[in-house]
């Protein structure tokens, strides 16, 4: 694919989202991001994209009006946490989150107006581990699973692929899809361990109609390349032979990384590369290419940079 044809969405408005001191879930993961992308020789090709902030409609596909109204009110009233301890807010928290899903959105637009063929979303806050109606984990909104309803109910995208590569188990995307068979929610993650969130296990399949479209890989504590990659693979594999995507979204989580605080695998650069190449081959196959890209995890911050352009260059160099 030409570099040209990828949009990278960053912006300043997820400063709003200020976190406690040592919280690792910060403002500077997007410089660090920033960093990379500028000293990366693909870096100045990419077309750039700023957030819009979602309507309110876009966030009810996934979230009720009661919950929004809750997380403003929260973060207007001056409260230091919302559903919990994990869950920093300031008083721009809401505005960020808004613009995190609205930068996800505006891409999927770009896309489907044919004014790139992928992209990276580096927002934050992250989305994976919301659920409908409850923030966990550092999230708030679920962007990758409005991203899919959006896709859905505005441009009739029959099928959907969900791939989580975050080193925490996506809760929130599970749960909201596990009972459709038109999104298809692939996660690996570390499991078994007493890591957060506790759910992903290979028992965890998916319920009536949508059993059969949910597909976890958990990875022992120390995993590293060696293992992760041919489990990855195979899973992709077995998810070929049941689900043709139309389109491709991915929680792109980078706290796998072997210096990573918050877990214990041990993933490097190359791990990273190897998963946008097999994302983007399977894009390639099905999707028209159309992947989207979205930040979840991610905490060493003199390593962030390289690792999502190490990701995305295995994108861009198969898509």
């Known amino acids: 694919m030409d570099p040209k044809r990828f949009g990278f969405l960053i912006d300043p408005i997820y400063d709003a989202h200020e976190t406690e001191e040592e919280h690792p879930e910060c403002a500077r993961r997007i410089r660090a991001i920033q960093a990379g992308l500028d000293s990366h020789r693909f870096g100045p090709m990419f077309k750039r994209f700023q957030a819009g902030s979602a309507d309110m409609d876009a966030i009810q596909l996934v979230h009720s009006k009661e919950y929004i109204q809750e997380f403003r009110s929260a973060c207007q009233s001056g409260l230091s946490y919302f559903h919990s301890y994990d869950n920093c807010i300031s008083e721009g928290s809401f505005e960020a989150a808004c613009h995190a899903v609205g930068g996800v959105l505006g891409h999927l637009e770009a896309v489907m107006a044919e004014e790139i063929d992928s992209g990276f ?13 409850k923030a966990m984990g550092f999230c708030y909104f679920n962007n990758v699973a409005i991203a899919a309803r959006y896709l859905k109910s505005r441009y009739s995208v029959e099928k959907v692929l969900i791939v989580d590569f975050d080193v925490h188990h996506g809760n929130g995307t599970q749960h909201i ?23 992903g296990r290979r028992s965890e399949v998916g319920i009536g109609a949508g059993k059969g479209f949910t597909l976890n890989v958990p990875m ?88 999502c352009m190490a990701y995305i260059e295995g994108l861009v160099h198969t898509l």
């Open 220 to 307: 022992p504590p120390s995993t590293g390349d060696d293992r992760v990659l041919p489990a990855f693979d195979y899973a992709l594999e077995q998810i070929t032979e049941v689900f043709k995507a139309d389109f491709v979204l991915v929680s792109a989580g980078f706290d796998a990384y072997e210096h990573d605080p918050l877990a214990h695998l041990n993933f490097t650069e190359k791990a990273y590369e190897h998963f946008g190449r097999q994302i983007g081959a399977y894009a390639r196959a099905f999707s028209k290419g159309r992947v989207i890209s979205v930040l979840e995890g991610g905490y060493f911050l003199p390593k962030l940079g390289d690792l």
């Open 177 to 199: 899809f596990e009972e459709e068979p038109s999104v298809f929610y692939f996660s690996v993650h570390e499991h078994p361990s007493f890591l957060f969130p506790g759910t």
């Open 121 to 133: 979303c580096a927002i934050r806050p992250p989305g994976h581990h919301a659920e409908r109606n």
